[in-house]
């Protein structure tokens, strides 16, 4: 998923959950007092970052930070949104920190992100040491989402095995557990993190017509599918999400578009350093 354009335009399960949890549960995040520094981690194409989280971030803030491994989201964000408080870097969350971001930033969100990072315990570290003292991080990421059983099961077929070896790198290391919201918070408190709190929501989302699906399955898709392959991968992954019972069978009325019903698990976590 490196093509900012087409995440930009499909993005829509992220947005919302993003604005739903900052609305719901930002009055639980203590600002600093003075001059503070903010960071997004995994801010994909920058949209969430400027068109949502900074909604919520008080004046007080100096310098707003937005950061991902993918280096062509970080270019098209700094292309697009980048102004004398906001800038846009590529840091891989799961990998060596570079010493002069350590203690840098008074608060770390991240949207959508912490699902892709296997080694969870590194991960968190690195959100831990990113941080200054008093410092405060909001995440929110996936646990169980139908997208994820899709991945398993086109991975097992003859036809798209090949293209899908790593596949579970490309899951959530909460898919298949029972109750990951005291996974995270043992993690969490492991690691040094204070004042955890961490909850695992159910929520339901609905495509309205499969167009707007097909947009979002191709905007994330993580997988080096061959380009004249990539139709009938969709439809694929359509047959799975029918076998699943997430994309309606049949409709009573011919002209209304047939629906996807997307239930997930949503990770919201917050601690303090
Ligand atoms: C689904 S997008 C979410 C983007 C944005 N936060 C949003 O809510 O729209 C996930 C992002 O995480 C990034 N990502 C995946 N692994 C990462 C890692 N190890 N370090 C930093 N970013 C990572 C991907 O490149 C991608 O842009």
């Given at each position: 998923?490196?093509?900012?354009?087409?995440?930009?335009?499909?993005?829509?399960?992220?947005?919302?959950?993003?604005?739903?949890?900052?609305?719901?549960?930002g009055?639980?995040?203590t600002?600093?007092n003075?001059?503070?520094?903010v960071?997004?981690?995994?801010?994909?194409?920058?949209?969430?970052?400027?068109s949502?989280?900074?909604r919520?971030?008080?004046?007080?803030?100096?310098?707003?930070?937005?950061?991902?491994?993918s280096?062509s989201?970080?270019?098209?964000a700094?292309?697009?949104?980048?102004?004398?408080h906001t800038?846009?870097?590529?840091?891989?969350?799961?990998?060596?920190?570079?010493?002069?971001?350590?203690?840098?930033?008074?608060?770390?969100?991240?949207?959508y992100?912490?699902h892709w990072?296997?080694?969870?315990?590194?991960?968190?570290?690195?959100?831990y040491?990113l941080?200054s003292?008093?410092g405060?991080c909001?995440?929110?990421?996936?646990s169980q989402?139908?997208m994820?059983?899709?991945y398993?099961?086109?991975?097992?077929?003859?036809?798209?095995?090949?293209w899908m070896?790593?596949?579970?790198r490309?899951?959530?290391p909460?898919h298949?557990?029972?109750?990951?919201?005291k996974k995270?918070?043992?993690?969490?408190m492991?690691?040094?993190?204070t004042?955890v709190?961490?909850?695992c929501?159910?929520?339901t989302?609905?495509?309205?017509?499969l167009?707007?699906?097909?947009?979002?399955?191709?905007?994330?898709?993580?997988?080096?599918i061959p380009?004249?392959?990539?139709e009938d991968?969709?439809?694929?992954?359509f047959?799975?999400?029918?076998?699943?019972?997430v994309?309606d069978?049949a409709?009573?009325?011919?002209d209304?578009?047939?629906?996807?019903?997307?239930?997930?698990?949503?990770?919201?976590?917050k601690?303090?350093?």
């Open positions: 998923m490196n093509n900012a354009v087409l995440y930009q335009k499909h993005n829509i399960i992220s947005k919302n959950d993003a604005l739903k949890c900052l609305e719901e549960y009055q639980l995040i600002w600093k003075g001059k503070i520094t960071l997004d981690l995994g801010c994909g194409d920058g949209s969430v970052t400027t949502i989280l900074k919520f971030i008080p004046n007080n803030c100096e310098r707003l930070v937005g950061c991902d491994i280096e989201m970080v270019k098209y700094n292309e697009h949104y980048a102004n004398d800038s846009f870097m590529v840091l891989d969350i799961e990998g060596d920190l570079p010493n002069e971001l350590r203690g840098n930033f008074d608060h770390a969100f991240s949207f992100a912490m990072i296997q080694n969870q315990e590194v991960g968190f570290r690195n959100i040491d941080l003292e008093g405060e909001f995440l929110v990421f996936l989402w139908p994820f059983d899709v398993r099961t086109l991975s097992r077929s003859t036809k798209w095995k090949l070896e790593d596949v579970e490309f899951i959530s909460y298949d557990c029972q109750e990951p919201e995270v918070k043992q993690l969490m492991s690691i040094g993190f004042s709190e961490v909850e929501l159910q929520k989302f609905v495509y309205p017509d167009d707007v699906l097909k947009g979002s399955v191709t905007s994330i898709n993580p997988f080096k380009k004249d392959l990539e991968y969709v439809v694929d992954f047959n799975v999400l029918r076998d699943l019972r994309i069978h409709s009573s009325n011919v209304e578009p047939i629906k996807a019903t997307f239930n997930y698990h949503l990770i919201v976590a601690g303090r350093k």
